[in-house]
């Protein structure tokens, strides 16, 4: 079945550090990736996505992710966390058939000072 | 801001009650998209509209309906409300029928007591 995994519930990481959010799906054909940014109270905000091309997308807040077809995976990653990076991060795919976005379960980013 | 508005922002009602949640895309975007978001579901795809029509259907209860007006907004209708129909229900707009980009407003918060 066509399905979208971020392993990672809570992920805690120290401002300025280095951040990798994983992302693996299930799907036949070639698929469109997405990642979105959710803010306590707020809606959801894309960061980045990916169609075709240049596996490595880059995105909006300096985040960034690549896209690897062996792995079945889509990781976020950004080099230097900021505070307000504190969110939940979600992946998803897009499914041509049912045209329909299928989301992961989220990723809770906290980051301490 | 996403230029997706959804109203109202809160809703709190009983159940058995029927709600209505209205969204107003984006100018220019035909499709508007309904996902509910809750604790134990994660985001669900409900159901789509492009230009007037229905265009996807997802995981939509019986006891809720959706339409799309000739302005474009759209309405969705909840029904005979249970207790887990408490989530955060989101719409998203985008210009075609596919999910290329779109856009989601910050959502309608439900409860039901």
């Known amino acids: 079945a066509q399905s979208v995994t971020q392993p990672d519930i809570h992920i805690t990481v120290s401002e300025g550090a280095s951040l990798e959010l994983r992302c693996n799906y299930s799907?036949?054909?070639?698929?469109?990736l997405f990642w979105y940014v959710q803010s306590p109270g707020q809606g959801l905000q894309l960061l980045l996505k990916y169609f075709s091309g240049d596996t490595l997308v880059q995105g909006i807040k300096g985040f960034e992710a690549e896209f690897k077809r062996s792995q079945s995976s889509f990781n976020l990653r950004k080099p230097s966390v900021h505070w307000s990076d504190a969110a939940e991060y979600f992946c998803a795919v897009y499914m041509e058939y049912g045209n329909k976005l299928v989301f992961g379960a989220g990723t809770i980013l906290r980051v301490k000072s | 801001d996403s230029g997706v508005t959804q109203t109202p922002k809160h809703l709190i009602t009983a159940t058995g009650q029927r709600v209505t949640l209205r969204c107003s895309p984006r100018?220019?975007?035909?499709?508007v998209y309904w996902y509910q978001q809750s604790l134990d579901q994660g985001l669900q795809f409900l159901i789509q509209y492009y230009n007037g029509e229905e265009r996807a259907k997802g995981n939509i209860l019986e006891r809720f309906s959706a339409q799309q007006f000739p302005d474009l907004h759209s309405e969705l209708n909840l029904s005979s409300l249970e207790l887990g129909d408490s989530a955060l229900y989101f719409c998203?707009?985008?210009?075609?029928?596919?999910?290329?980009?779109?856009?989601f407003g910050q959502g309608t918060r439900l409860t039901v007591v």
């Open positions: 998203a707009s985008s210009a075609g029928q596919g999910w290329t980009e779109a856009f």
């Open positions: 799907y036949g054909a070639t698929p469109y």
């Open positions: 100018s220019g975007d035909l499709s």
